[in-house]
């Protein structure tokens, strides 16, 4: 609980979709509040299962108050590039081989990539293949 950064990630963000769910109220004035005034400390991820309906307002708010990465479709041969965005987005420092083996142990899963990029960041700002073989599970 005691570090610098933190890592929030809010799967199945439907919020930014056309898709409507009920019996589900949503602050969507405290998320805009957050936006135009976000944490230092704390990296929100939203993940979106789907298309982006760009014509809502919180879509529209979303993509002007933060950094924004697509993924889709991740074919294996893009991964690095991918993974590599993500590491940034981590402020992790990492040589090849240790991006090598946490391409290899993290399979192109978006969840377990971000689940063990967080642990990476918890343990340290630049990470070696040791730190990859002994952190990220296989």
Same mark, same amino acid.
């Given at each position: 609980f !005691?570090?610098?950064q933190k !890592?929030?990630?809010?799967?199945n963000a439907y919020i930014f979709q056309n898709e409507k769910k009920t019996g589900i109220n949503?602050?969507?004035v405290a998320l805009e509040?957050? !936006?135009?005034?976000?944490s230092d400390f704390t990296t929100l991820i939203f993940v979106v299962n789907g298309v982006l309906d760009e014509k809502k307002d919180i879509t529209q708010r979303l993509k002007k108050a933060a950094q924004w990465i697509k993924i889709d479709?991740?074919?294996?041969?893009d991964w690095p590039v991918v993974i590599g965005q993500l590491i940034r987005q981590f402020n992790i420092e990492i040589n090849e081989d240790a991006k090598k083996e946490f391409i290899e142990?993290?399979?192109?899963d @978006?969840? @377990?990539i971000t689940s063990e990029l967080r642990k990476?960041?918890?343990?340290g700002e630049k990470i070696t293949l040791e730190d990859v073989k002994k952190l990220v599970r296989k």
């Open positions: !005691f570090v610098d !890592f929030v990630i809010a799967k949503h602050n969507l509040k957050y !936006f135009e005034s976000p479709n991740v074919e294996k041969d142990r993290t399979s192109g @978006l969840t @377990l990476l960041r918890l343990y």
